[in-house]
């Protein structure tokens, strides 16, 4: 089991670019979450995709906006990128029906570096 | 609103030293309550997790006991080890409401030989 995965591992942009950071779950999950951790603090949760939709929103703006696929991989997109956006972005697997205690899994995130 | 706050360190200790990391919750439904652990340059991992009032998670030596009646769940070892320098992080996720995870702010632990 490959666990979940992510792409790139780093990438470098810069201000007013676009960029895509992929996501593959953990086999057997339908769920994706992803979380921005900026440096020396915790995640915070962006979005979260079941069923190919959008099921619930963290507070970000409308330039995050993602996709979930037919095969239950995903993508995060980030427009008009900012300084601020710099930061460790975190994809997390899941499986919804599993209920109380449902425990997500982690990805080793893609570092994104806005100059 | 779901939170955490959790002791902000960073912390050192001594090989062998007894930890305890703490972590507080506000939750508006029956949150579980997990504690993850990030390694240098790696994603979170799973520690150990609870999910009801006074059940107590525990893994590799860590323990935590969900307390309802304080809002708290403290991680704790008896021993540490230089291996177990990372970050630990406090979350809880509500199922019913919204599934989620709300984490802390990390504590960062660093064990001396």
């Known amino acids: 089991d490959a666990g979940v995965t992510q792409s790139p591992t780093h990438l470098i942009k810069t201000r007013g670019q676009q960029v895509t950071l992929r996501c593959s779950p953990k086999?057997?999950?339908?769920?994706v979450s992803w979380y921005q951790q900026a440096l020396g603090q915790g995640p915070q949760f962006i979005f979260q995709?079941?069923?190919?939709?959008?099921?619930q929103r963290g507070n970000f703006p409308d330039r995050f906006s993602g996709h979930q696929f037919p095969n239950y991989s995903s993508e995060l997109n980030v427009n008009a990128l900012l300084l601020g956006d710099s930061a460790l972005y975190l994809c997390?697997?899941?499986?919804?029906?599993?209920?109380?205690?449902?425990?997500?899994?982690f990805g080793p995130g893609t570092r994104l570096t806005v100059l | 609103g779901n939170s955490v706050t959790q002791m902000e360190g960073p912390v050192t200790l001594s090989e062998e030293a007894f930890l305890t990391i703490n972590c507080t919750y506000t939750?508006?439904?029956?949150?579980?309550l997990f504690w993850y652990v990030q390694y240098p340059g790696e994603g979170l991992q799973l520690l150990l997790k609870?999910?009801?009032?006074?059940d107590k998670g525990s893994n590799k030596g860590f323990e935590a006991t969900y307390r309802k009646e304080t809002t708290s769940f403290h991680l704790e070892k008896g021993s540490v080890q230089v291996s177990d320098s990372a970050v630990y992080f406090c979350a809880l996720s509500v199922w019913a409401e919204n599934n989620d995870m709300r984490f802390g702010a990390g504590t960062r632990l660093t064990v001396k030989p």
């Open positions: 086999s057997g999950h339908d769920t």
């Open positions: 609870a999910t009801k009032a006074d």
């Open positions: 997390a697997s899941s499986l919804l029906g599993q209920g109380v205690g449902n425990e997500q899994f």
């Open positions: 995709y079941y069923e190919e939709e959008e099921r």
């Open positions: 939750a508006t439904g029956y949150p579980s």
